[in-house]
């Protein structure tokens, strides 16, 4: 059974609980409503949430784990004395995962039948081809073992849909009944609704600090892989980067780090004066209507993709500054520079910092403009010498903060800045960043067993601390100076 037809099923069962558990509550209560210990609705939600809860964390759990046992029944199809490296026994797993998929579509579209799909030999060649017409795409043609270990991961994937149904099925029937002997007058079922949904708020909580603990550990992980291939001292002092697939690569982290550094300089010069006049303006100068026009122009920029930012940059503004400026000036002949990337990223910062600095020029207390007028400050001299020194804390953490997202972007570098990894003043001359030479080092048909490979997890380990100091600094300087106006 698919997974969205067993959700249904699940959802149905939950249905019946609700109405099932209510009615029986007040049922037991002779129709007194006031009997109850809690309100009728709180039943039927105690009765819904015991079906479904459980029945969704085993499925969650089965799908999890399904894939993973079935590969483990499959490893013998590849033994280690034939697989060069667990990196090469990975690509052939997935392979057959994709080959597998590339069946169950096949049959799916009436490209062949079940008993075909069982019976395929990939010794006459045809494998690739068939799989081609369905919208299956392989790097190279399928062997013996890849399409026999499809076509019983296929088999074993049947077997356990099949169980997974079942399973599922009966939890949540479980669960029903259950909630439905619980059910009585005196049954505490506003408790026990407010507590599983305390537990699940609370689960919903720890999905982003999980998701950080994945992050940080497959990124240290995989760093200090590449730090056992790769010296570690070549790697953060080295001016040079020259990765080449066949050896001998030199790895220098320093050409991307100024590239990063410098461009985030560049779009942080744009984005923070902007940002922070246009929000001065909105907050102090504006009338409502005004303000209710401008605000969401400026906020709709940072609902542009920013691939189009970065066609932007590579059609209209780096060709711009080339023609008017680089090439008159002398000082470089490409549309592709750190200059172009710059200015585009701070345009789309603009609104970030804009929001930022409006919303916390607004916290600043009307007290204190009114005892500044009352003084006999104009407007102006209010704003220069007690609203902004007020809300400094928080336009710098805002600031900060946009300099993490711009350090980070990635499109943009690559239409508007080039891959040059030079060390290198003009801001006219293509350069190029973390982010973006992390995506280069990963595309393609790779394999993790090579330094050249590698060495993205270890740019990415240092992007991270990069930008988590940056956070960390912005969100110190906004706590330990925002109750000083409050």
């Not at 049959?107 to 068939?130: C, F, K, P, Y």
């Not at 605000?295 to 059609?315: N, Q, R, S």
């Not at 200015?343 to 603009?350: D, E, P, Q, T």
Request: hydrophobic residues 50%; proline residues 4%.
């Amino acid at each position: 059974m698919p997974v969205y037809l067993l959700l249904c099923v699940v959802a149905v069962l939950a249905g019946f609980g609700y109405f099932m558990c209510r009615a029986r509550a007040i049922a037991s209560a002779g129709g007194n409503i006031r009997a109850l210990h809690s309100l009728p609705n709180y039943y039927g939600w105690h009765g819904a949430l015991m079906v479904f809860v459980p029945a969704l964390i085993v499925l969650s759990g089965w799908i999890v784990i399904q894939p993973l046992v079935i590969e483990r029944q499959l490893v013998a199809y590849f033994p280690a004395e034939e697989v060069e490296s667990d990196a090469a026994r990975t690509l052939l797993m997935a392979d057959v995962r994709r080959v597998a998929g590339g069946l169950d579509m096949a049959i799916g579209q009436g490209a062949m039948t079940e008993d075909q799909a069982s019976t395929l030999n990939a010794e006459t060649g045809a494998v690739r081809a068939r799989l081609a017409d369905v919208g299956v795409a392989l790097g190279a043609e399928v062997t013996p073992q890849v399409l026999t270990a499809a076509q019983d991961y296929r088999k074993l994937a049947v077997v356990g849909n099949i169980g997974r149904s079942l399973l599922t099925f009966l939890v949540a029937l479980a669960g029903l009944v259950y909630a439905i002997r619980l059910t009585n007058k005196d049954f505490r079922a506003r408790n026990r609704v407010e507590q599983v949904i305390l537990v699940l708020l609370a689960a919903s909580s720890t999905v982003a600090i999980l998701t950080t603990v994945g992050i940080v550990l497959s990124l240290v992980t995989e760093s200090l892989r590449f730090f056992t291939m790769y010296p570690w001292q070549d790697f953060f002092f080295s001016l040079t980067w020259s990765p080449n697939f066949q050896g001998d690569s030199d790895l220098g982290l320093a050409p991307l780090l100024w590239g990063t550094v410098y461009i985030s300089f560049v779009s942080i010069i744009v984005a923070a004066p902007i940002g922070l006049f246009s929000a001065i303006y909105l907050a102090e100068y504006a009338s409502p209507r005004t303000r209710s026009i401008v605000k969401p122009a400026i906020e709709v920029i940072a609902g542009i993709p920013t691939v189009v930012f970065g066609l932007f940059a590579l059609v209209t503004l780096g060709p711009m500054l080339r023609d008017w400026i680089a090439q008159p000036t002398g000082l470089g002949n490409s549309g592709s520079s750190v200059m172009t990337a710059g200015l585009v990223i701070g345009i789309l910062n603009i609104p970030f910092v804009s929001s930022l600095a409006d919303d916390v020029i607004n916290a600043v207390p009307q007290s204190m403009r009114d005892g500044s007028y009352g003084i006999g400050a104009t407007k102006s001299e209010t704003i220069r010498n007690v609203v902004l020194p007020a809300a400094l804390p928080g336009i710098v953490g805002g600031i900060l903060l946009a300099l993490s997202r711009a350090i980070g972007e990635t499109m943009i570098v690559t239409m508007g800045a080039g891959a040059a990894a030079k060390l290198d003043l003009n801001p006219f001359e293509a350069m190029t960043t973390i982010t973006v030479k992390i995506v280069s080092q990963l595309t393609g048909d790779t394999e993790f067993d090579s330094p050249e490979t590698l060495v993205a997890f270890a740019l990415g380990m240092t992007l991270f601390v990069l930008t988590l100091g940056l956070n960390i600094v912005a969100l110190y300087i906004v706590r330990k100076y925002r109750e000083q106006y409050e």
